[in-house]
């Protein structure tokens, strides 16, 4: 019995390994007939060949270097086009192609072993503008045959060391100017940690009101040569009071009324009501709907300022040093202080520029009300005050809807900027370190200007933007409806174009000032103090050795390409990417 069970295990055996045998040949004729049909294989005596690249079937571009490759090591492959002829001799070679349909022929021994037809498709459109994302220390651009303007740009990376060659000649070749950027003369920005402070939870008259009747009262104002230092302290009195404002001055001071009662006039006419529509109420800690702005001559004395909003102003005086709440100097009240106007409407302190001031400031303490006060008030006593970055740019940005773009000064923000964007940051700390400066602020009133012209409904987006629960660059694409890096390509990519076509920007005009109330590259020529300004496109930054800030942009000169020219980007560190954009000139 077991002889007959072994025996028949044998023959089971013996037919499964026959059976297996006879598969494994069908599988291995179909994988050859597969693989001849789909790799084009070629036998000789020695190997197979067989081409992995370039595939049939894929769109290859002309910018693009296209890999030829076979599956064997040789140099006695030979590659040539039907265009544009001899290729190149490798088992793995890389080059661009112009445009067409290619039929691709590799050859061993002057024996044909491929061919293959391929089309290449040119991708520059003479109206378009091309981004390339750079996120290698060397890495190759290749272009067409002409002459290109290029603008570098970052989002969130950034590089050190950065060149450009063509041709193995520099793009660049200057050396980068050192030097701070010019002083603030507008304000300056006053960010407070105000979670530990206590709101005034009842309604209050103002604070010692030394005379009821005559409406005299003492007021803390800073000392902006050293904010360290402690503040003023002005005795003032109401010299004018209306539905939404009261207006203080010092009572020892002779004022120019005729510049006074223009200040009132712009308020009540342009000011209140704009900043109103657009942007919303400030705290009102008060609940009288009024807004007092008090004038004090130690901000012309100290020529630091021509105004600034303190948001400790709205919470509770604190003279107990060991009081987390410690806040001495709060005149408990909205407020905002102006340097005192001169009826001359040049200088820093004529009529127009401090009115502009009161729009700015205005802003400052709508949006500190509708981004962090209001929170505070429902109980999130950790909520933050909106970035700096974006609280002057709106606030700049006011200055114009308010009519005072060129008069008010912001004209010479805007200046600062494209003379100097390499080394600014949209949002980040400049070349030197820096976060609030002149040309920051004009970035940041370009980029916002574009944004409303770009909107729907501008005013509807900027409420949107002190409606949001987020800050900053976030919150600017929430409020758009579009994520904000993409908005600040399309943004770079327009002011390219822009400068391709040469373009002259139209920009609309206030219906009372009739200065502009956008801003745009290439404007124009116009009259500030007495001086001529012309507002172009960005200098041409010819500096070599660049360092690419985040959130930054800057134009460099003009590259002369010849056919299948290679633009070599270097770079000495880079973190994450930067992006070259470009367009063809000519």
């Known amino acids: 019995m077991k002889c007959i069970i072994q025996s028949l295990r044998m023959r089971v055996h013996k037919w499964s390994l026959e059976l297996i045998k006879e598969r494994i040949r069908k599988c291995y004729v179909f994988v050859l007939l597969i693989h001849f049909f789909t790799a084009c294989t070629i036998n000789n005596s020695e190997y197979t060949y067989s081409i992995t690249n370039p595939k049939k079937g894929w769109l290859y571009y002309t910018d693009n270097p296209i890999l030829f490759s076979v599956n064997v090591k040789t140099n006695n492959i030979e590659w040539s086009s039907s265009l544009d002829g001899t290729i190149g001799k490798g088992n793995q070679i890389s080059c661009t192609l112009s445009e067409g349909k290619h039929t691709i022929s590799a050859t061993m021994n002057n024996s044909i072993i491929f061919v293959n037809d391929i089309q290449v498709l040119n991708r520059f459109n003479s109206n378009d503008v091309f981004v390339y994302k750079i996120n290698r220390c060397e890495q190759n651009i290749y ?22 060659f063509t041709n193995k000649e520099r793009t660049i070749i200057k050396k980068a100017k050192k030097g701070n950027q010019k002083e603030i003369t507008k304000d300056f920005s006053i960010s407070k940690n105000v979670s530990n402070l206590n709101l005034i939870k009842t309604k209050k008259k103002s604070r010692n009101i030394f005379n009821e009747e005559e409406k005299e009262r003492e007021f803390f104002v800073l000392n902006t040569n050293n904010q360290l230092e402690k503040p003023h302290r002005i005795l003032s009195k109401l010299i004018s009071s209306g539905k939404n404002y009261m207006l203080w001055a010092p009572v020892d001071i002779e004022l120019d009324f005729v510049a006074i009662n223009q200040l ?122 909106e970035e700096l970055f974006l609280d002057e740019g709106l606030s700049h940005l006011s200055e114009n809807l308010c009519g005072f773009g060129i008069s008010g000064g912001n004209i010479l923000f805007l200046l600062e900027f494209l003379n100097n964007t390499s080394l600014i940051s949209f949002c980040k700390e400049d070349a030197y370190g820096n976060e609030d400066t002149t040309g920051r602020r004009g970035a940041m009133l370009l980029f916002l200007s574009w944004l409303y012209d770009q909107s729907e409904d501008g005013r509807a987006f900027l409420g949107k933007i002190l409606k949001s629960e987020n800050y900053g660059w976030e919150c600017i694409g929430e409020a758009f409806g579009k994520n904000t890096d993409d908005l600040f390509k399309e943004f770079i990519k327009d002011i390219l174009y822009s400068y391709k076509i040469n373009k002259k920007n139209q920009y609309p005009t206030d219906e009372i000032t009739g200065e502009p109330v956008l801003f745009f590259c290439n404007m124009g020529d116009f009259l500030y103090n007495g001086k001529d300004i012309n507002i172009g496109f960005p200098k041409i930054n010819d500096s070599n050795n660049n360092n690419i800030l985040p959130y930054s942009f800057f134009f460099t000169k003009e590259m002369m390409c010849s056919k299948n020219n290679t633009v070599q980007i270097t770079s000495n560190d880079i973190n994450d990417s930067f992006y070259l954009a470009t367009t063809f000139i000519n």
């Open 143 to 164: 272009l067409q045959e002409g002459t290109y303007q290029p603008v570098i740009f970052s989002l969130k990376g950034s590089s050190k060391g950065t060149d450009f």
């Open 264 to 385: 009132i006039n712009n308020f009540e006419q342009i000011i209140y009501p704009r900043t109103k529509e657009i942007f919303g109420e400030w705290a009102d800690i008060d609940l009288d709907g009024k807004i007092s702005i008090l004038l004090s001559p130690s901000l012309n004395d100290e020529k630091k300022a021509i105004g600034y909003f303190n948001p400790v102003d709205l919470f509770e005086r604190n003279i107990d040093m060991n009081s987390d709440s410690y806040n001495p100097y709060s005149n408990e009240m909205d407020i905002v202080y102006l340097a005192v106007p001169s009826s001359d409407e040049r200088g820093s302190f004529g009529i127009n520029s401090v009115s502009a001031t009161l729009a700015h400031e205005l802003t400052h303490c709508i949006t500190f009300n509708q981004k962090t006060y209001l929170h505070i008030l429902d109980g999130d006593e950790e909520r933050e005050q």
